[in-house]
């Protein structure tokens, strides 16, 4: 074979080559959450393959995994400050707080154990009075609030809870106050140039003061298989306010 025929052979490889890629499509690999639960790992596939698909979008969402003693709990899709704090055993309460922007309303949330029984998840809110300035802001949540009922959380078929979701009536809602009791504990707690922002408003919800949700509380129940006792877990979720 003379050295035209091997440079034609060898052109013709090239163009069928380019025309049949043989280079597999590689599979997004999507990492799986590890739980120590009993010195044992348990891989929870739920945060991938049991979300509805009206809940999920092209980006991986945070998770925000909780460790009691008796069980773990995941937050699918909400961030928060401080997650390291998180990889510790928690007490029977604790708080953690959101990222701005961050909610737990309409996740899913998911409870990882093979000790307990009857499980039952309940949510409720609270809402505080927040003075704003063009950014800065003086969170009153110390003060006075509204707080919502518990209401227990729906299970769904692949045993992931749904978390409730509320209104911007929901979010409004707010003891009745004086405006003389409300300047008086801005002028205390947040100053004089704060207190001289309201010196028009007529109400706690009128610019640039506003209420709004300031803590979230889920409260988790349930009994251990071995012997019965009632188990109990508070998590407070504190949210950003003010703009």
Same mark, same amino acid.
């Given at each position: ?99 701005? !922007?961050?909610?737990?309303? !309409? ?134 306010? !003010?703009?």
């Amino acid at each position: 074979m003379n050295i035209q025929q091997n440079i034609i052979m060898l052109t013709v490889a090239a163009i069928c080559s380019c025309n049949n890629p043989s280079v597999p499509l590689q599979k997004r690999d999507v990492k799986q959450s590890e739980h120590p639960i009993d010195g044992e790992v348990v891989i929870s596939r739920q945060q991938i393959d049991t979300v509805p698909a009206s809940h999920t979008t092209n980006e991986v969402k945070t998770t925000t995994s909780i460790k009691f003693n008796e069980f773990v709990v995941s937050i699918q899709g909400m961030a928060i400050f401080d997650p390291e704090r998180m990889d510790r055993l928690q007490r029977d309460t604790v708080e953690i707080e959101a990222e701005v !922007g961050e909610s737990i309303e !309409g996740t899913y949330i998911s409870i990882l154990s093979d000790q307990v029984r009857d499980l039952k998840v309940e949510q409720r809110y609270e809402t505080s009075v927040t003075i704003m300035n063009e950014g800065p802001h003086c969170d009153l949540t110390e003060w006075k609030h509204f707080n919502s009922d518990w209401k227990p959380l729906k299970q769904n078929g692949n045993g992931l809870f749904l978390s409730e979701e509320y209104t911007d009536q929901d979010h409004r809602t707010f003891p009745s106050v004086s405006m003389d009791e409300l300047k008086q504990k801005v002028k205390e707690q947040c100053g004089e140039e704060w207190f001289k922002l309201l010196a028009k408003v007529k109400s706690p919800s009128e610019y640039p003061s506003a209420v709004g949700i300031s803590r979230y509380f889920l409260r988790i129940a349930c009994r251990l298989k071995d012997n019965g006792k009632k188990v109990t877990k508070l998590i407070i979720i504190k949210t950003p306010m !003010g703009c």
